[in-house]
Every structure is written in C-alpha cells, then in structure tokens.
C-alpha cells in the first residue's frame, strides 16, 4: 500500500499534489476506445505517486513539483495535445452518484450541465467532488456566458469550462476574458480562498491556471457558424464544441436535426474550425452522427451520451421487457425452457447496447 506524507518544509508541494489530482493510471473507457485499441474490461486500479518532502530551493523549473508553463499530464488539453480523442457524457441529472458511476466506468471526461440541468453552483461542487474521487476530468458548462456564472464556476476547479451560444470573435473573447485574472481579464479573485486553488494551499496555482484550464466556446447557430473560423482563432479559445439541436433549431429544423441542410451547416462549421489551425473540435455524437463518424472528420472531444438519457432508455426498455413478456405468458403457452431462452435474448440485447 502506498503511503502519502507531509512533513517539514516540503507540505505545500506535497498538498499541491494532492489538490492538483495528480492520479495516474486510471483506467479510460473499457467500453469505448476512440483511439484505435481494442477494448477490454478492467478492474479500475487507483496509482498515487508517494510524496516527497522538499524545501522551496529544492524545486526547479524541471521538477515535477514546480509550477509549470505547460499542462500536467493528466489534464485534458494535455492529452489534446498529444492528440488523443477524447470521450465524455454529459451530467444533467446532478446526482453525485452518477457522476461517480460515470468517472468509474471511464469516460474521459464529465461535462456538468449548468445550462439545461437543474441544478447550480453548488450542486456542481458535489458532482466536482464525486468526479474528482475517481480522478475524472470535469467541464462546467454555463448557463450563460457571463462574467457572474464564469467566476462562480471557475472558483470551483473545473478543468474546462464551456461558453454557450458564442456567435462572434467578439463574443469569444469576451468569455476568454471571464476566466483571466487582470490585466489579462476581469474574473474576480479569490484565489486564496477558493477550490481552484486548494483553498490557497496550491502556491503554483497563479502560475499555472491559464495552461491548466480548457476553454471552450460552443458554435450553435447559423451566425455562429459563418464566424467559426474566426471563432476558433480568437487566443485562449482551447475547443470549439458544435451544437447541433439549437442549430437545427435556428435553422427551423428543430423536430429534425439530422436534415440534409442541417449536416451541411455542420460541416461549414468543421470546416471553419479545423481550418482556424488553433482550437480543437468537440461535439456530440447524434442518432445519424455516431462517434466514429464525428472523430473520422476530425473532432478530438466527442460527448455520446446523457445520463438521464442512459437512465431513461434503460428504463423503458426494462419495463417494455416485462410487459412484453406477460403479454407472451398470456398469449402462449410456452414451455419453461423457451421462456427462459427468450429472457436470456433480451438480457444478451439489453446489455449489449
């Protein structure tokens, strides 16, 4: 069993680590592998670095325990970087069990919804909590882009934060601007008190919170998508996340958002964004628009489910099960044997998907 301590003048450093989550060799999907490998299932296994007790002379610009101008290597725009493709769920339910089920099963990612959820601020910390207990990278996403809801969350400690409705370069860099200190930008700070830092106990984190988190700007109407090339330019956009439902519903296809015109404004939009030569893509896989498809055209974060949505089909699917089968029992007079081959059927297809 691995022991952490902290002890003499090395206790800043040591916590840092800890505050930072510096968990290494969790297990990413077992059940979906956009990067080329087959999957198999594994037990998660949790890896914590021993600390070691240093004194400030002792960090160097190389240690690893020094602030750093570039991203740790288990943040998300480091992995960006090294070019992985990315997959997440969205959390709309706000159930901290949910998204510790979600960090577990390993998704590469969490996105708590702020925008279409129930929940706020401090529903979202406990989801952070939950989510952070698994070693899950989570995204706030907001329910406006304004500087009030960008500082609320970023007090949080989300690696990535997520602007809705970014119609313009102006608009873009106003909402890069809400998650910069001055003169840099106008975020409030309360950085020696907030869970960003560790509630000041991380001393780096001045230093390193512009490369650690991962901005990102959604692109979700038709205005939206004439300017995503200027969008993704605008500096400290990190990702341009594509909205297919509010496009679709900008462009009067809100019942069909898999119309021929629909996909062709999507593509404009990808086109724009990969064409920038600065943001990454990320999206959400679709019925018609399924994952493979999505990183086949270039996205690097691909977002393929809801839970409430999981949860939902789940549900009815269970219950459609049984009621079929009664149905079956009272029309049929099956024997035992048969019954119980077609209850295997439908778990083998239950499960399965």
Not at 10 to 30: E, M
Not at 105 to 116: K, T
Not at 327 to 334: F, I, M, V
Request: aromatic share 8%.
């Amino acid at each position: 069993m691995t022991t952490l301590t902290c002890s003499g003048s090395g206790t800043a450093a040591t916590v840092t680590k800890l505050a930072q989550n510096k968990i290494s060799s969790f297990p990413r999907s077992p059940l979906f592998n956009l990067n080329g490998n087959k999957s198999k299932i594994v037990s998660p296994k949790l890896k914590l670095t021993p600390s070691v007790s240093r004194s400030p002379s002792d960090l160097s610009p190389g240690d690893p325990l020094s602030p750093s101008p570039s991203p740790s290597p288990e943040s998300l725009k480091y992995r960006l970087q090294s070019n992985e493709t990315l997959y997440g769920l969205f959390l709309l339910s706000f159930s901290p069990t949910l998204a510790e089920i979600s960090g577990l099963a390993g998704y590469d990612f969490v996105v708590v919804d702020m925008e279409h959820g129930p929940g706020g601020i401090s529903d979202a910390l406990a989801c952070l909590h939950a989510l952070a207990a698994t070693g899950t990278p989570a995204i706030l996403r907001l329910p406006e882009s304004c500087p009030t809801w960008a500082k609320k969350a970023l007090d949080l400690g989300p690696q990535g934060v997520m602007f809705p409705m970014i119609d313009s370069p102006e608009s873009a860099k106003e909402a890069v601007s809400y998650c910069r200190f001055p003169p840099s930008g106008v975020r409030g700070s309360a950085h020696t008190v907030v869970r960003a830092s560790g509630y000041g106990i991380d001393e780096g984190y001045l230093s390193n919170y512009e490369e650690e988190l991962l901005i990102m700007c959604q692109v979700e109407s038709e205005e939206g998508v004439k300017r995503a090339e200027d969008i993704a330019a605008v500096d400290g956009v990190d990702c341009v996340q594509m909205g297919p439902l509010d496009l679709s519903a900008s462009m009067g296809y809100l019942w069909d958002p898999g119309h021929r015109k629909v996909r062709e404004m999507m593509r404009v939009a990808e086109k724009g964004v990969l064409g920038g030569g600065k943001a990454y893509l990320a999206g959400f896989a679709m019925p018609h628009d399924g994952p493979l498809e999505l990183k086949s055209r270039g996205y690097h974060m691909v977002s393929g489910a809801v839970d409430v949505g999981l949860f939902r089909s789940a549900a009815v699917e269970d219950v459609a099960r049984f009621k079929m089968n009664l149905t079956d029992d009272a029309d049929d007079d099956d024997d035992d044997d048969a019954w119980r081959e077609r209850i295997k059927d439908a778990d083998d297809k239950y499960w399965s998907e």
